[in-house]
T-cell receptor, first 113, second 114 residues
Framework: AQKVTQAQTEISVVEKEDVTLDCVYE???????LFWYKQPPSGELVFLIR??????QNEISGRYSWNFQKSTSSFNFTITASQVVDSAVYFC??????????FGQGTELSVKP | DADVTQTPRNRITKTGKRIMLECSQT?????MYWYRQDPGLGLRLIYY???????NKGEISDGYSVSRQAQAKFSLSLESAIPNQTALYFC?????????????FGEGSRLTVL
């Protein structure tokens, strides 16, 4: 099965807290790509990061960091020192050899002042 | 101007009506997709097209049809709308000959079927 699971439906934190959004995927493909998208309240989908299956290096971009572990089929996303503007729905997605992008259910993050 | 444009952005219609959602792109991409978003279900693929002569069903194609009129245009039709097709619909594009790139999304079309 090709599947992405985001077990956390909703997360609520207070500003400046760190928060980690979990993503677990399933695929039979040996080559695949993982993505995170952000959907703010305005509704558009904003691309955050792409990771290929051969690159397990963690990545940091400002307050955002991603931890990719093939051994546990996980691609978790951490926001450090969260801000109110981080409030959004975050989607993890898997792109397989067929070219289709398979999304998780999304995690709604609420950052309160 | 947006690279991927969807029209209409909002539509309210009645059960049984025919509805068309249109998508046009200026990115020069060959691949286009239609997704549907429902709360708690994420985005689910309805149809996708890798070029003008290629149309493929996604995971939830029943009740929908598509037309790829040109490289830049990909329309989604609901022949006879029903209330459970109330959702937010997204069109997306990606570059040809690669499965590596991200998808670029339109701003979404919110459809309500009464």
């Amino acid at each position: 099965a090709q599947k992405v699971t985001q077990a956390q439906t909703e997360i609520s934190v207070v500003e400046k807290e760190d928060v980690t959004l979990d993503c677990v995927y399933e695929t039979r493909d040996t080559t695949y790509y993982l993505f995170w998208y952000k959907q703010p309240p305005s509704g558009e989908l904003v691309f955050l990061i792409r990771r290929n299956s051969f690159d397990e290096q963690n990545e940091i971009s400002g307050r955002y960091s991603w931890n990719f572990q093939k051994s546990t089929s996980s691609f978790n996303f951490t926001i450090t020192a969260s801000q109110v503007v981080d409030s959004a729905v975050y989607f993890c997605a898997l792109r397989i050899n067929s070219g289709k992008l398979i999304f998780g259910q999304g995690t709604e993050l609420s950052v309160k002042p | 101007d947006a690279d991927v444009t969807q029209t209409p952005r909002n539509r309210i219609t009645k059960t049984g009506k025919r509805i068309m959602l249109e998508c046009s792109q200026t990115k020069g991409h060959d691949r286009m997709y239609w997704y549907r978003q429902d709360p708690g279900l994420g985005l689910r693929l309805i149809y996708y097209s890798f070029d003008v002569k290629d149309i493929n069903k996604g995971e939830i194609s029943d009740g929908y049809s598509v037309s790829r009129q040109a490289q830049a245009k990909f329309s989604l039709s609901l022949e006879s709308a029903i209330p459970n097709q109330t959702a937010l619909y997204f069109c997306a594009t990606s570059g040809a000959h690669t499965n590596t790139g991200e998808l670029f999304f339109g701003e979404g079309s919110r459809l309500t079927v009464l």
